[in-house]
C-alpha cells in the first residue's frame, strides 16, 4: 500500500526506502482516516524511569494489519535502541502489543533485541503489556548531567577508548595536565588489566592536583549506574569475570577515592557534552561514523537523558530487501550506513575491487585514497552515505530535539566527509526545508579531538 519515491534518490541504492518518508505517509493516512486512533508507547526501566511517544494509527482492520504492524514494530525497535528498556507497555492498540510479544520472543525475528534489551542490559526479561492511557504519563527522569554546570574543583577526567586511554587534569575548568596512553584492551581476558590501566591513569592525573574532587569518565558501551552493561573494552573477559570484576569496576573505584563523585557515561553521550561546550551551546545529537555508528545527546536544557542512544541498531531504511545487520540479523539498521561497514558494502557496488581479506580500516583507507585522487566512484560512496544521513537526520528529529548535529568518526572525515554534510543539506532542503533552516552541522575543532573528550568526562560529577 505505500510506495515511497524520494525526491534525492542515493547514487548507489536506488531502492532505498527512507523511514522518515515511509512515516510520513502512514501518518498522513492515519491522519486522514475517520477511525484512525491515538496510541501512546512507553519505555519502562526498573529503576522508574519513563519514556513515552503517542502518534496516530490506521484503524485495527484486516485491511491495515500489515502496515500497522510494520509501523508500530520499526517504531518500537528505534524507542528501545534509542531510549532502553525492559518494559514495552502500550495504550491504544491491544492487537500490536500481542503480536510484538510474540515477534520479540524467543526464536523469532528479534530474540536478539530481546535478550540484549532484556537480561543484558537490564538483568530481566523484556515484555509488552497494554495500558490505559492515564497511566502512562511520562515520568521526568532526575537530571544525568547539566552542561552548563560549573567546571570548578580539582576534577580528573577520563576517556577510555580501543587504542589509547586519555586523561587530564582541571582546576577550575583549566587543564593543567593531558596525556595519551596506548592499550590493548579488547582481547584482554585478565580484568586486572583494565583496572591497572584505569588505575594508573588516574594516579598520574592526580599527581598534578592539590587534591581531587571528582572524577568523571568516558568509554564505549552502555553504561547504567556506573555499571558497564556491555562494553567493547571488556570483550575478551568472560562473562563470568564480568560480572565479578569489571560490573562494579568504578564503584569500586569511587571508594577507593574515598567516595568523591566519580561518574562514568557512554561515550557518544560524553563526544555531545564536548561539542555543546565547544559551540557554547544545547539540543545537541552527535553522530560517530566510525567501526560503527555511536551516538549522544544533550537535550535542550543542557541534559544528558540517560537514553541508550545506540542507534546503530535503530532502523532508518524500511525496504523489506534492506541489508542486513550480521550481528542482531535485522535489515536496514542504521550500522549499514554510517560506518565503515557501509564503506565496505558500498565499495563493489561502486566498481572499486578490493581483495577479499582486506579489513574494513584498510577498505577505507582505500577509499580516501581514492578520493583524495578525485575518483568519481569515490565520490559516489560518499554521496550514497549522504543522502542516507539527510533523510535518517529527519528520521533522528521526530525523537530528539536538537539544533546541532554533531558529525565525527573516520568515515566523516577528510574530502569525503564534506560531500557526506553536502549531500545531507541537499536532502534536508529538498524534502524537509523546516529542519534546513533549524540544524546546524558541527564538527570538532582540533582543541575537541585532543583533550575535549577526557574534559567533558570531567564535567559529569555534580559537586
Given at each position: 500500500m505505500i510506495k515511497v519515491r524520494p525526491k534525492i534518490r542515493p547514487k548507489l541504492d536506488l531502492e532505498f526506502v527512507p523511514a522518515a518518508l515511509w512515516n510520513r505517509f502512514?501518518?498522513?493516512?492515519?491522519?486522514?482516516?475517520s477511525m484512525g486512533r491515538v496510541v501512546r508507547f512507553a519505555i519502562e526501566r526498573p529503576e522508574g524511569e519513563r519514556w513515552t511517544f503517542s502518534t496516530r494509527l490506521l484503524p485495527a482492520t484486516p485491511e491495515f494489519r500489515e502496515i500497522n504492524?510494520?509501523?508500530?514494530?520499526?517504531?518500537?525497535?528505534?524507542?528501545?535502541?534509542?531510549?532502553?528498556?525492559?518494559?514495552?507497555?502500550?495504550?491504544?492498540?491491544?492487537?500490536?502489543?500481542?503480536?510484538?510479544?510474540?515477534?520479540?520472543?524467543?526464536?523469532?525475528?528479534?530474540?536478539?533485541?530481546?535478550?540484549?534489551?532484556?537480561?543484558?542490559?537490564?538483568?530481566?526479561?523484556l515484555t509488552f503489556e497494554p495500558a490505559d492511557f492515564n497511566s502512562?504519563?511520562?515520568?521526568?527522569?532526575?537530571?544525568?548531567?547539566?552542561?552548563?554546570?560549573?567546571?570548578?574543583?580539582?576534577?580528573?577526567?577520563?576517556?577510555?577508548?580501543?587504542?589509547?586511554?586519555?586523561?587530564?587534569?582541571?582546576v577550575d575548568g583549566e587543564v593543567v595536565f593531558s596525556e595519551e596512553i596506548k592499550w590493548s584492551p579488547y582481547f584482554e581476558s585478565d580484568p586486572s588489566y583494565h583496572r591497572e590501566g584505569i588505575e594508573d591513569s588516574l594516579r598520574r592525573a592526580a599527581e598534578h592536583l592539590p587534591s581531587v574532587d571528582a572524577i568523571g569518565g568516558s568509554a564505549a558501551g552502555i553504561y547504567i549506574n556506573n555499571e558497564p552493561r556491555v562494553g567493547s573494552l571488556f570483550r575478551g573477559v568472560s562473562a563470568e569475570?564480568?560480572?565479578?570484576?569489571?560490573?562494579?569496576?568504578?564503584?569500586?573505584?569511587?571508594?577507593?577515592?574515598?567516595?568523591?563523585?566519580?561518574?562514568?557515561?557512554?561515550?557518544?553521550?560524553?563526544?555531545?557534552?564536548?561539542?555543546?561546550?565547544?559551540?557554547?551551546?544545547?539540543?545537541?545529537?552527535?553522530?560517530?561514523?566510525?567501526?560503527?555508528?555511536?551516538?549522544?545527546?544533550?537535550?535542550?536544557?543542557?541534559?544528558v537523558t540517560g537514553w541508550l542512544n545506540e542507534l546503530a541498531f535503530a532502523p532508518v531504511d524500511y525496504r523489506d530487501e534492506a541489508p542486513v545487520d550480521e550481528w542482531s540479523g535485522d535489515v536496514g539498521c542504521g550500522v549499514q550506513y554510517f560506518s565503515q561497514q557501509a564503506v565496505g558494502r558500498l565499495l563493489p557496488i561502486a566498481g572499486i575491487e578490493i581483495s577479499?581479506?582486506?579489513?574494513?580500516?584498510e577498505r577505507l583507507e582505500v577509499l580516501q585514497a581514492l578520493m583524495k585522487d578525485g575518483d568519481e566512484r569515490a565520490a559516489s560512496v560518499y554521496e550514497t552515505i549522504g543522502t542516507y544521513f539527510g533523510y535518517s537526520i529527519a528520521h533522528y528529529a521526530e525523537f530528539?530535539?536538537?539544533?546541532?548535529?554533531?558529525?565525527?568518526?573516520?568515515?566523516?572525515?577528510?574530502?569525503?566527509?564534506?560531500?557526506?554534510?553536502?549531500?545531507?543539506?541537499?536532502?534536508?532542503?529538498?524534502?524537509?526545508?523546516?529542519?534546513?533552516?533549524?540544524?546546524?552541522?558541527?564538527?570538532?575543532?582540533?582543541?575537541?579531538?585532543?583533550?575535549?573528550?577526557a574534559v567533558a568526562a570531567a564535567s559529569l560529577p555534580r559537586l
Open positions: 502512514y501518518l498522513d493516512l492515519a491522519k486522514g482516516n504492524f510494520k509501523y508500530c514494530e520499526r517504531l518500537t525497535k528505534f524507542l528501545l535502541w534509542a531510549w532502553g528498556g525492559p518494559v514495552v507497555r502500550i495504550a491504544g492498540a491491544p492487537e500490536i502489543v500481542m503480536k510484538l510479544r510474540k515477534h520479540y520472543s524467543e526464536g523469532m525475528s528479534r530474540s536478539f533485541d530481546a535478550g540484549f534489551m532484556g537480561q543484558t542490559c537490564f538483568g530481566q526479561k502512562l504519563q511520562p515520568r521526568k527522569p532526575q537530571v544525568q548531567h547539566d552542561s552548563s554546570s560549573s567546571l570548578r574543583g580539582n576534577r580528573i577526567g577520563f576517556d577510555l577508548g580501543g587504542s589509547d586511554r586519555k586523561c587530564a587534569a582541571l569475570n564480568f560480572e565479578r570484576q569489571i560490573s562494579n569496576i568504578f564503584k569500586d573505584l569511587k571508594k577507593e577515592w574515598n567516595k568523591i563523585p566519580f561518574e562514568v557515561a557512554n561515550d557518544g553521550d560524553v563526544t555531545a557534552i564536548a561539542g555543546a561546550m565547544a559551540i557554547q551551546d544545547d539540543a545537541v545529537l552527535g553522530i560517530s561514523m566510525g567501526t560503527s555508528q555511536a551516538a549522544g545527546y544533550i537535550d535542550p536544557n543542557g541534559s577479499e581479506d582486506a579489513t574494513l580500516p530528539y530535539d536538537f539544533r546541532h548535529l554533531l558529525v565525527l568518526g573516520r568515515v566523516s572525515s577528510g574530502e569525503g566527509g564534506n560531500l557526506i554534510l553536502g549531500e545531507a543539506r541537499k536532502v534536508l532542503n529538498t524534502e524537509f526545508p523546516e529542519l534546513g533552516d533549524k540544524v546546524k552541522f558541527q564538527t570538532p575543532d582540533e582543541k575537541t579531538k585532543r583533550h575535549g573528550q
